[in-house]
């Protein structure tokens, strides 16, 4: 992958939330693309204070919406992850490596893979039980990383969304589309996949859920292991080709970006490169479709309900969604106020508020304190985001909820008596 692009002109720095935190050049967009650079040239170059620079980077890809010269910064540090996974560089010891590497693989088989996933699922609502929960909490032994995500959790776990879950409102219908259920979504946050349902109903849309969906792959391409991602790409391109819907729906930020870029996975003349292409074209992040829909129009309510959204990622800097949150609140009657750089990754990034505990911590509570005081919810569309930040909410002992945007969009319909529960 090309690194050449890069003018070193530093515009990328302010956007980076790694840089910001440390002041350091290696932990900064234009220095990782610098190491990259001299590692691909010399790898004699490589040490462990190298390694680290290029795996503490999050993955937020904020450098490439600054960046003039569009340099794919997120993709070359994805590429060098693979490249170090498949040991291309037998310079690197195994020991260069920190807490990253050693845990990611186990961590991405957890949310990945559908065995895994129940065993999420058996763990989150164990922890849920009254008994259970204050014993798991109280293990001395239990990582403060673990804890802090099981603080973030919502008090009552969902029953997953089911294939033949009929929506509360609207029976006509003008069009169809395709529901990706997600891992973490369809697990902690089955009732925005729900709500979800019910609001496009209410838009005239059926929703149709695909079965044999699997994981988007997004945890792997991040942690080095393209392979995983593009087997799953296969499986869950053969899945919703048969259903025949045109449009698919993702509710999670991160994974709608990751099906947005399927096509990449393939080599140009791979067999599933067009169809990934196809399969590419169709997926639209729910934060982005919400607007565009023939919902009712509802008053304001009297008393004024004020939401502060926090923009993740993925969904900000690489799908340039952000107006649109902001838009369908607006039109639900909610008030928006605005937090500063809402746009800045509140530490989450799949899993490196378990990887890099402390960067997340600092960020999280960098972006928990630029949560205005009026706000009563903080809207976030991604689950990761939403665990992280509400732990860190929790954490300061402040009052505003983390929840979906979907989820606030579906209240307000709900206290107009469009649906009764
Ligand atoms: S990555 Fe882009 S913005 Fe950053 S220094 Fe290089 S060219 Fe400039
Ligand atoms: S992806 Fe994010 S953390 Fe990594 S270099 Fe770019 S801005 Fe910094």
């Given at each position: 992958m090309d690194t050449g692009q890069c003018v070193h002109c530093g515009l990328c720095l302010s956007s980076c939330p790694t840089y910001v935190t440390t002041g350091l050049e290696s932990e900064s967009p234009r220095g990782r693309v610098f190491l990259l650079e001299r590692i691909y040239e010399?790898?004699?170059?490589?040490n462990r204070h190298a390694a680290k620079a290029l795996d503490d980077?999050?993955?937020?890809?904020a450098c490439e919406a600054a960046c003039p010269a569009h340099v794919p910064t997120g993709h070359l540090i994805e590429a060098w992850r693979a490249q170090t996974a498949k040991s291309e560089?037998?310079?690197?010891?195994?020991?260069?490596?920190?807490i990253f590497r050693k845990v990611s693989r186990p961590l991405q088989w957890f949310f990945g893979s559908p065995r895994g996933l129940k065993w999420f699922q058996r763990l989150v609502r164990l922890s849920k039980k009254p008994t259970m929960g204050s014993w798991l909490t109280r293990i001395?032994?239990?990582p403060a990383r673990v804890e802090g995500m099981a603080l973030g959790l919502p008090n009552t776990i969902p029953k997953r969304l089911s294939r033949f879950y009929r929506p509360k409102g609207g029976s006509e219908f003008a069009q169809q589309v395709m529901l990706f259920v997600g891992c973490v979504m369809d697990t902690v946050y089955a009732d925005t996949n729900r709500h979800t349902v019910d609001l496009l109903s209410l838009g005239q849309v059926q929703t149709v859920i695909p079965k044999n969906q699997r994981c988007c792959g997004a945890l792997h391409i991040h942690g080095g292991q393209p392979e995983v991602a593009r087997q799953w790409a296969r499986e869950n391109i053969d899945a919703f080709e048969?259903?025949?819907?045109s449009r698919i729906i993702v509710t999670a930020a991160g994974c709608s970006a990751m099906l947005k870029e399927y096509?990449?996975?393939?080599?140009?003349?791979?067999?599933?490169r067009e169809r990934a292409e196809r399969f590419q074209n169709a997926v639209i992040d729910v934060t982005a479709l919400l607007p565009d829909l023939p919902l009712p129009d509802i008053e304001k309510p009297k008393q004024q309900v004020m939401v502060s959204v926090h923009d993740p990622c993925h969904l900000a800097?690489?799908?340039?969604?952000?107006p649109e949150i902001r838009q369908i609140l607006d039109k639900t009657g909610y008030s928006i106020c605005e937090m500063t750089?809402?746009?800045?990754?509140?530490?989450?990034?799949g899993i490196y508020n378990l990887t890099h505990p402390e960067m997340a911590q600092e960020l999280l509570a960098r972006k928990v304190s630029t949560v205005?005081?009026?706000?009563?919810w903080v809207a976030a569309a991604n689950p990761g985001c939403l665990l992280h930040i509400q732990s860190g909410l929790k954490e300061q002992s402040r009052t505003p909820r983390a929840i979906h945007p979907v989820d606030l969009v579906w209240m307000a319909y709900q206290a107009h008596g469009f649906w009764s529960d």
């Open positions: 010399d790898p004699s170059l490589l980077c999050l993955d937020c890809r560089f037998p310079e690197l010891q195994p020991e260069s490596f920190g001395k032994w239990m048969s259903s025949g819907a096509r990449d996975l393939f080599d140009l003349d791979d067999p599933f800097h690489a799908q340039g969604i952000k750089d809402s746009d800045r990754c509140c530490g989450a990034a205005p005081q009026q706000a009563q």
